[in-house]
């Protein structure tokens, strides 16, 4: 893994170099920035850099490079048994070998995990103490990349504490975040933080002509829409992505609340309240941009929307009734089920007093 193939991010790229070039590599780093914005992907090319570019690395089989990541506890492992990384090693080689930009769910996914939380187990810090105890094989560094270190559990974040507290001989730590506020004070101290920023757009345009071989004027659109999130814009290039159901899901409860068809949108309510809860959050993230979209399109500035196609032509008709009678009801309505659902809310009751504020909203004179 080259720096030269992770998209844009050169001034992080030019640090960090800097940082092995003059020979000041701290023991312990902590990436944070915005999904999507390439922190994986500067870890890995960090680590290889580190590593010397070992033949080894292709496969990401290097001895001396260590992952650990959140994982699930399947109903197959004994009652007694803690997940740790080693126990889906396959699964997050086969991931990490098609690329280094990922999301949760995807992991999530690929673990064939259902509605369940994935956390860093205590069982993981004392098999990390293991590894990292013994001898770099190669005589450099030994490199420990920790995604999502805030999904540790109490245990887990203590004896990760103790290590780099007294770190192993040559040792580096890197822990790729995506909410850093989720850690401990303790941990936050112990690390030298990097923040990166958003992917550029024209970045991400010249990306996905290069290496999707996607026709420039939809690149465009896509790297607008992307808000800086490589996997948000690779996202939107698949075939019956997530978004194309969400807005399904928006016009629909539109239409619907428009029509005062009260019986139909409870059960459009049910079937979101099927959804697991990081689904859920998602679609009300997605809602949330769809009214800013429609609003703003009632300027009719190009500059001031990112939208698809199939969005921008839903806009055309139905952004006239999202105006300054409405906005921030909608808005603040989706910000509070956000909040809702994210506290654990009975999912029917919140989308159903969605479907039920829409009404008053929409057909509002």
Not at 164 to 190: A, K, N
Request: proline fraction near 4%.
């Amino acid at each position: 893994m080259q720096f030269d193939e992770v998209i844009g991010q050169n001034e992080a790229k030019r640090q960090l170099r800097q940082l092995i070039d003059e020979g000041r590599v701290p023991h312990a780093m902590l990436f944070c920035g915005p999904m999507g914005c390439g922190k994986m992907a500067l870890a890995m090319a960090f680590a290889s850099e580190l590593l010397g570019h070992s033949r080894l690395l292709k496969q990401w089989t290097h001895p001396d490079l260590v992952f650990s990541y959140p994982t699930i506890k399947k109903p197959s492992m004994g009652s007694e048994h803690q997940p740790t990384s080693d126990d889906f090693a396959g699964q997050w080689r086969e991931m990490i070998m098609q690329g280094p930009y990922f999301t949760l769910e995807q992991w999530m996914a690929q673990m064939d995990a259902e509605n369940q939380q994935a956390v860093i187990t205590g069982a993981e810090s004392d098999a990390l103490s293991r590894k990292l105890s013994m001898k770099s094989s190669q005589g450099g560094y030994k490199v420990c990349i920790v995604w999502l270190p805030e999904r540790m559990n109490q245990t887990s974040a203590n004896k990760l504490l103790k290590l780099l507290e007294e770190p192993p001989t040559q040792t580096v730590f890197i822990l790729v975040s995506e909410d850093p506020g989720r850690l401990l004070e303790t941990i936050r101290s112990r690390t030298q933080r990097f923040d990166f920023k958003r992917i550029a757009d024209d970045d991400i345009e010249q990306a996905l002509v290069a290496r999707c071989g996607i026709e420039a004027d939809l690149a465009h659109r896509i790297a607008r829409i992307a808000g800086g999130s490589w996997t948000t814009a690779t996202g939107a290039l698949q075939a019956g992505n997530e978004n194309n159901m969400f807005f399904d899901l928006f016009t629909m409860l539109m239409r619907l609340a428009y029509a005062k068809r009260v019986k139909e949108l409870k059960k459009w309510s049910e079937s979101i309240a099927a959804f697991g809860r990081e689904k859920q959050k998602r679609l009300l993230v997605y809602f949330s941009r769809m009214i800013r979209e429609n609003f703003m399109y009632n300027f009719h500035d190009p500059r001031l929307t990112y939208m698809t196609v199939n969005e921008e032509q839903f806009a055309s008709r139905f952004a006239p009734f999202i105006n300054e009678g409405n906005i921030i009801e909608f808005s603040e309505m989706f910000e509070r089920a956000l909040r809702d659902v994210t506290q654990n809310a009975n999912s029917k009751m919140v989308f159903f007093d969605i479907a039920l504020q829409s009404i008053i909203y929409i057909t509002r004179k």
